[in-house]
């Protein structure tokens, strides 16, 4: 059962406009959540995360939103470009035991120009 | 730099072969994991190890070993090389405490025919 879950398996968007990456999750026991960013033929890289006391992360064009009622958070790209097509990782981590990340499917990112 | 490294990077076998994926991380780190991604089912664990001699097994453990002799290393070994096993491997390592961000090595190309 999935317990990190990305519902969209792809998204496409316009260069200058934003890009949202959606993630919901089902245990209430996740208290940190990160984003990781994978290109072909590399291993995923870290991008940006928040813990379950915040309700907004924000980093340069990324900002993450946590809307812990709805178990849900969101990754917010603006604007969006076209190096930023890659697929995106939401994965969560136990309180108590925050080294196992629990991963989602992923998301494939398109940014045309 | 400080980095994680996996060779080879890519490897054909045979079915029923016996064959090690390296895994070196200079960064000290304790933690220690082994993922495989495919296509729909996005990053899934094998294996980890939380320090020297320390192994712990994954959601998909089954066909696959690991050994944890010193900080730096985790191998990944799969001693009778099934065609399901066609996939990608990546390794990761953390360093744990209050940051539970995994960085992640370049990946393994395995195809088993």
């Known amino acids: 059962d999935q317990q990190v879950k990305q519902n969209s398996p792809s998204l496409s968007v316009q260069e200058g406009r934003i890009s949202i990456l959606n993630c919901d999750y089902t245990?209430?026991?996740?208290?940190?959540f990160l984003w990781y960013k994978k290109y072909p033929a590399e291993g995923p890289t870290f991008l940006i995360s928040i813990s379950s006391i915040k309700d907004k992360n924000e980093d340069g064009r990324f900002t993450v939103f946590l809307n812990k009622s709805a178990k849900h958070l969101s990754l917010h790209i603006v604007p969006s470009q076209p190096g930023d097509s890659a697929v995106y990782f939401c994965a969560a981590s136990y309180a108590g035991n925050n080294r196992k990340l629990i991963w989602g499917l992923g998301t494939s990112l398109a940014v045309n120009p | 730099d400080a980095e994680i490294t996996q060779s080879p990077r890519h490897k054909i076998i045979e079915t029923g072969r016996q064959v090690t994926l390296a895994c070196h991380q200079t960064?000290?780190?304790?933690?220690m994991f082994w993922y495989r991604q495919d296509l729909g089912h996005g990053l899934r664990l094998i294996h980890y190890s939380y320090g020297v001699h320390d192994t712990n097994k994954g959601e998909v453990s089954d066909g696959y070993s690991v050994s944890r002799s010193n900080t730096e290393d985790l191998p990944l070994t799969l001693e009778s090389a099934a065609s399901s096993q066609t996939s990608v491997y990546f390794c990761?390592?953390?360093?744990?405490?209050?940051?539970?961000?995994?960085?992640f090595g370049p990946g393994t190309r395995l195809t088993v025919l």
């Open positions: 245990n209430s026991m996740f208290d940190y």
């Open positions: 990761a390592s953390m360093r744990g405490g209050a940051d539970n961000e995994q960085f």
């Open positions: 960064w000290n780190h304790n933690n």
